[in-house]
């Protein structure tokens, strides 16, 4: 019989999909054919910066597209976000012929998500000082449907100054807050706004990540462009490492194995 199911859900960054849960035949590719594949059609979508189509849910939950797909790829798969709509990425499902270095991920109370642990925060050349326990205490998670990063209190705080402190030596002038976003800066004046100081994270087993620089800033209009990090306003909400942060990335996971990794990829500008 048929049967109307209404569901919803809300994600880190409080962007949401709401609509109709749904069965049907999902085909990837002609051999790749999911039959009675579950999914949302989203009636009322809403994205931080608006403009969004839908959601891949890529998640550990047991109705997400890695969940029902995994004995045909494994639960293995990665992407490649690129910087702009005319750029390229990817996304690819199964194992891949490419030797990934990964890094064990802890283990996690909250089983759909995919935890990481930060240990350290680098702006130009300054490592910045900020205690074990700022992360630790609540943990941090990566999220490729949250559009900003997001720092616990004491992170964030350091690192916008650190990164406004540089900002100021290359003569960038102070901008009003835009959104969330409360590290802006005016860019008249400045004819190379990817001329800035670049960052790194380091996360557990010493797996240094070096940002893009389209990952670093967001141009918010003609004159302003903004700092792409956020500070929580709780200690104890976990930290998470956005989908801005990851531009030009390959982001590979291993669910089975409980490992994650990141590379460097030609092929993703």
Do not use: W
């Not at 949401?16 to 989203?42: A, E, I, N, Q, W």
């Not at 890094?103 to 490592?127: C, M, N, W």
């Not at 802006?184 to 004819?191: A, D, K, P, R």
């Not at 709780?234 to 930290?239: E, I, K, N």
């Amino acid at each position: 019989r048929n049967v109307t199911c209404i569901y919803g859900v809300e994600y880190g960054d409080n962007s949401y999909t709401v609509g109709f849960f749904s069965r049907d035949k999902l085909t990837v590719t002609p051999t790749d054919v999911f039959p009675d594949f579950l999914f949302g059609c989203g009636q009322n979508n809403k994205g931080l910066f608006g403009k969004t189509a839908g959601l891949l849910g890529l998640s550990k939950g047991p109705i997400s597209f890695v969940s029902q797909t995994a004995k045909k790829y494994g639960e293995i798969f990665s992407y490649c976000l690129p910087s702009s709509i005319s750029s390229t990425g990817f996304l690819a499902f199964g194992k891949n012929n490419n030797n990934k270095t990964t890094k064990d991920g802890p283990q996690d109370a909250l089983p759909i998500f995919y935890f990481i642990e930060i240990t350290a925060i680098s702006v130009g050349r300054t490592h910045l000082r900020i205690n074990e326990s700022v992360f630790k205490t609540a943990g941090a998670i990566i999220d490729s449907g949250t559009v900003i990063t997001r720092l616990p209190p004491a992170a964030y705080n350091a690192t916008s100054k650190e990164f406004k402190r540089q900002m100021k030596a290359l003569n960038y002038k102070s901008a009003p807050a835009y959104s969330i976003l409360d590290t802006c800066f005016h860019i008249s004046g400045h004819t190379n706004i990817t001329n800035i100081p670049p960052m790194s994270f380091t996360f557990k087993g010493n797996a240094k990540v070096k940002l893009d620089p389209s990952g670093i800033i967001v141009v918010v209009s003609s004159k302003v462009m903004c700092f792409a990090f956020a500070g929580n306003s709780d200690p104890q909400d976990f930290a998470i490492f956005g989908n801005t942060q990851q531009m030009k990335l390959e982001v590979v996971y291993d669910v089975a194995c409980g490992k994650l990794g990141f590379a460097h990829n030609p092929s993703c500008l």
